[in-house]
Protein backbone atom coordinates (compact mmCIF):
# COMPACT_ATOMS: atom_id res chain seq x y z
CA UNK A 1 0.00 0.00 0.00
CA UNK A 2 1.35 3.44 -1.09
CA UNK A 3 1.95 5.99 1.44
CA UNK A 4 -0.68 8.12 0.53
CA UNK A 5 -3.16 5.49 -0.17
CA UNK A 6 -2.30 4.43 3.98
CA UNK A 7 -2.77 8.55 4.92
CA UNK A 8 -6.56 8.17 3.11
CA UNK A 9 -7.17 4.43 4.62
CA UNK A 10 -6.47 6.74 8.18
CA UNK A 11 -8.39 9.26 7.33
CA UNK A 12 -11.26 7.23 6.19
CA UNK A 13 -11.57 5.31 9.72
CA UNK A 14 -11.06 8.25 11.52
CA UNK A 15 -14.37 9.46 9.39
CA UNK A 16 -15.95 5.77 10.41
CA UNK A 17 -14.93 6.64 14.12
CA UNK A 18 -16.41 9.91 14.72
CA UNK A 19 -19.52 9.08 13.07
CA UNK A 20 -19.95 5.63 15.10
CA UNK A 21 -23.18 4.62 16.53
CA UNK A 22 -23.29 2.16 19.52
CA UNK A 23 -26.38 1.19 19.28
CA UNK A 24 -26.63 0.58 15.49
CA UNK A 25 -23.50 -1.40 15.91
CA UNK A 26 -25.12 -3.73 18.71
CA UNK A 27 -28.70 -3.95 16.81
CA UNK A 28 -26.33 -5.15 13.81
CA UNK A 29 -24.31 -7.74 15.85
CA UNK A 30 -27.90 -9.46 17.32
CA UNK A 31 -29.04 -9.78 14.05
CA UNK A 32 -25.82 -12.20 12.77
CA UNK A 33 -23.77 -9.14 11.04
CA UNK A 34 -20.18 -11.29 11.69
CA UNK A 35 -17.59 -8.33 11.91
CA UNK A 36 -15.13 -8.27 14.13
CA UNK A 37 -15.79 -4.00 13.57
CA UNK A 38 -18.90 -2.96 13.17
CA UNK A 39 -18.81 1.15 13.76
CA UNK A 40 -22.79 1.22 13.16
CA UNK A 41 -22.90 3.57 10.48
CA UNK A 42 -26.45 3.85 7.92
CA UNK A 43 -25.86 4.17 4.33
CA UNK A 44 -26.61 7.45 3.62
CA UNK A 45 -23.35 8.23 6.02
CA UNK A 46 -21.46 6.00 4.39
CA UNK A 47 -22.44 7.76 0.71
CA UNK A 48 -21.33 11.15 2.40
CA UNK A 49 -17.89 9.96 3.47
CA UNK A 50 -17.35 8.13 -0.22
CA UNK A 51 -17.58 11.28 -1.25
CA UNK A 52 -15.07 12.72 0.23
CA UNK A 53 -12.81 9.98 -0.82
CA UNK A 54 -13.52 8.65 -4.11
CA UNK A 55 -12.57 8.06 -7.01
CA UNK A 56 -10.03 5.94 -5.80
CA UNK A 57 -8.90 2.10 -6.72
CA UNK A 58 -6.01 1.72 -5.00
CA UNK A 59 -7.98 2.86 -1.56
CA UNK A 60 -10.77 1.01 -2.78
CA UNK A 61 -9.33 -2.16 -3.03
CA UNK A 62 -7.54 -1.82 -0.06
CA UNK A 63 -10.89 -1.36 1.62
CA UNK A 64 -12.34 -4.63 -0.10
CA UNK A 65 -9.89 -6.58 1.57
CA UNK A 66 -10.57 -5.29 5.13
CA UNK A 67 -13.18 -8.33 5.69
CA UNK A 68 -12.93 -7.68 8.98
CA UNK A 69 -14.94 -4.09 9.09
CA UNK A 70 -18.62 -3.53 8.02
CA UNK A 71 -18.11 -0.42 6.48
CA UNK A 72 -14.83 -1.24 4.60
CA UNK A 73 -16.52 -3.63 2.59
CA UNK A 74 -19.78 -1.37 2.10
CA UNK A 75 -17.56 2.17 0.60
CA UNK A 76 -15.42 -0.08 -1.45
CA UNK A 77 -17.60 0.21 -4.21
CA UNK A 78 -18.57 3.39 -3.89
CA UNK A 79 -15.39 4.84 -4.54
CA UNK A 80 -13.94 2.35 -7.04
CA UNK A 81 -13.89 4.19 -10.43
CA UNK A 82 -16.50 1.75 -12.30
CA UNK A 83 -14.19 2.46 -15.87
CA UNK A 84 -11.19 0.85 -14.23
CA UNK A 85 -13.12 -2.66 -13.36
CA UNK A 86 -12.98 -5.64 -15.61
CA UNK A 87 -14.98 -8.61 -15.64
CA UNK A 88 -12.46 -11.09 -13.52
CA UNK A 89 -11.92 -8.27 -10.95
CA UNK A 90 -16.22 -7.87 -10.35
CA UNK A 91 -16.45 -11.65 -10.49
CA UNK A 92 -14.01 -12.13 -7.73
CA UNK A 93 -15.78 -9.07 -6.09
CA UNK A 94 -19.03 -10.32 -6.23
CA UNK A 95 -17.68 -14.23 -5.33
CA UNK A 96 -16.17 -13.42 -2.48
CA UNK A 97 -18.38 -10.88 -0.83
CA UNK A 98 -19.34 -12.53 2.87
CA UNK A 99 -22.76 -10.83 2.92
CA UNK A 100 -26.02 -10.18 0.93
CA UNK A 101 -25.18 -6.61 2.47
CA UNK A 102 -21.95 -6.14 0.64
CA UNK A 103 -23.39 -7.66 -2.63
CA UNK A 104 -26.71 -4.95 -2.59
CA UNK A 105 -24.45 -2.28 -2.29
CA UNK A 106 -21.54 -3.48 -4.91
CA UNK A 107 -24.68 -4.32 -7.43
CA UNK A 108 -26.52 -0.89 -6.92
CA UNK A 109 -23.01 1.44 -7.11
CA UNK A 110 -20.46 -0.01 -8.58
CA UNK A 111 -21.30 -3.26 -10.99
CA UNK A 112 -25.00 -2.12 -12.63
CA UNK A 113 -23.40 0.60 -15.05
CA UNK A 114 -20.77 -1.70 -16.23
CA UNK A 115 -21.30 -3.12 -19.71
CA UNK A 116 -20.34 -6.79 -18.79
CA UNK A 117 -22.73 -7.00 -15.72
CA UNK A 118 -25.28 -9.66 -17.88
CA UNK A 119 -22.13 -11.88 -18.15
CA UNK A 120 -21.01 -11.71 -14.49
CA UNK A 121 -24.72 -12.73 -14.01
CA UNK A 122 -24.72 -15.51 -16.10
CA UNK A 123 -21.81 -16.76 -13.81
CA UNK A 124 -22.78 -16.57 -10.66
CA UNK A 125 -25.92 -18.14 -11.49
CA UNK A 126 -24.64 -21.63 -12.02
CA UNK A 127 -23.00 -22.13 -8.46
CA UNK A 128 -23.91 -23.75 -6.06
CA UNK A 129 -23.65 -21.14 -3.72
CA UNK A 130 -26.49 -19.27 -2.33
CA UNK A 131 -24.39 -16.18 -2.17
CA UNK A 132 -23.41 -16.66 -5.36
CA UNK A 133 -26.55 -16.71 -6.92
CA UNK A 134 -28.06 -14.09 -4.81
CA UNK A 135 -25.33 -12.16 -6.20
CA UNK A 136 -26.74 -13.00 -9.99
CA UNK A 137 -29.90 -12.43 -8.73
CA UNK A 138 -29.13 -8.73 -7.23
CA UNK A 139 -27.19 -7.70 -10.47
CA UNK A 140 -30.04 -8.89 -12.72
CA UNK A 141 -32.43 -7.09 -10.98
CA UNK A 142 -30.33 -3.65 -11.58
CA UNK A 143 -30.39 -4.45 -15.12
CA UNK A 144 -33.48 -6.39 -15.67
CA UNK A 145 -35.01 -3.74 -18.26
CA UNK A 146 -32.38 -4.77 -20.65
CA UNK A 147 -33.33 -8.70 -20.74
CA UNK A 148 -36.77 -9.29 -19.00
CA UNK A 149 -37.45 -12.65 -20.04
CA UNK A 150 -33.92 -13.97 -19.55
CA UNK A 151 -34.00 -12.23 -15.73
CA UNK A 152 -37.71 -13.74 -15.76
CA UNK A 153 -36.23 -17.24 -15.86
CA UNK A 154 -33.26 -16.49 -13.71
CA UNK A 155 -35.67 -15.77 -11.05
CA UNK A 156 -38.11 -18.75 -11.64
CA UNK A 157 -35.38 -21.23 -11.89
CA UNK A 158 -34.51 -19.86 -8.25
CA UNK A 159 -37.29 -20.19 -6.94
CA UNK A 160 -37.78 -23.72 -7.45
CA UNK A 161 -34.63 -24.13 -5.75
CA UNK A 162 -36.46 -23.09 -2.53
CA UNK A 163 -33.31 -21.55 -1.37
CA UNK A 164 -33.87 -19.22 2.27
CA UNK A 165 -31.36 -17.00 1.45
CA UNK A 166 -32.16 -16.00 -2.51
CA UNK A 167 -36.42 -16.38 -2.33
CA UNK A 168 -36.72 -12.87 -1.48
CA UNK A 169 -34.91 -11.32 -4.22
CA UNK A 170 -36.19 -13.48 -6.63
CA UNK A 171 -40.21 -12.92 -5.93
CA UNK A 172 -38.97 -9.07 -5.80
CA UNK A 173 -37.50 -9.89 -9.55
CA UNK A 174 -40.93 -11.67 -10.73
CA UNK A 175 -42.74 -8.71 -9.24
CA UNK A 176 -41.26 -6.15 -10.89
CA UNK A 177 -41.70 -8.29 -14.14
CA UNK A 178 -45.12 -8.85 -13.65
CA UNK A 179 -45.61 -4.61 -12.89
CA UNK A 180 -44.03 -3.97 -15.62
CA UNK A 181 -45.62 -6.22 -18.33
CA UNK A 182 -48.56 -4.95 -16.79
CA UNK A 183 -47.72 -1.39 -17.06
CA UNK A 184 -46.86 -2.32 -21.07
CA UNK A 185 -50.17 -3.56 -21.50
CA UNK A 186 -52.02 -0.31 -20.39
CA UNK A 187 -50.25 1.50 -22.79
Known amino acids: MSDSTFNKMQLLKRRFFAMRNGAVADSLRRNGADYRIIFGLNLPQIVEISSEFGPDADLARQLRTNVTTRESMLIAPMIFPAEELTPDEAFEWLSTAPTTEV???????????????????????DSDSPLHRYAALRLAANILPDDMDRTERLARNETALSSPL?????????DDIEWRRECAAEK
Open 103 to 125: IDIACLKLFKRRPFASQLVDRLS
Open 166 to 174: TQGMARIIL
